[in-house]
């Protein structure tokens, strides 16, 4: 009987843990705590002596993707920026404006006081750097 309870133990174990690794799917794609929502601010996007500033809306759903739009107060330029934010908030995506295609990857949170904010690194499809991109927005819900 002993062995019995053992094995069971092990496959009851075995069960929960595949279930809770979501079966190998992308299921481990969550938002930060209560980053989902929608949210305006501004953005700023500094590469070397360039720098680019400008309005930026944003929505996360409650599958971690988010969506965006970021417009130049310069060149009122419109870029978009898709992609998901994992369970821990690190954001992993793209960006893409009227000069390409870039990778960008960094931590969003909120501040104490509900704003969402983070610095996410660009770089081209290559793997270069191509600055740094700055959000910092309020919630719109």
Known sequence: MGMRV????????FV???LATGCGSSSNVRPGPGLEGSYTGTYRLVDGAT????ALSIVIGADGRLSGAATSNTTAQVATLTGSVR????FTG???D???????QGKLGLTTGSRLV????????AGSSAGDFSVDCVPTD
Request: aromatic residues 10%; proline residues 0%; charged residues 20%.
């Open 98 to 104: 009227g000069t390409g295609d870039f990778r960008v």
């Open 94 to 96: 793209s960006l893409v």
């Open 51 to 54: 720098v680019d500033e400008g």
């Open 16 to 18: 929960a843990l595949w």
């Open 6 to 13: 053992c094995r069971s133990t092990w496959a009851v174990a």
């Open 118 to 125: 983070g610095v996410l690194a660009r770089t081209t499809a």
């Open 87 to 90: 369970y821990d908030g690190l």
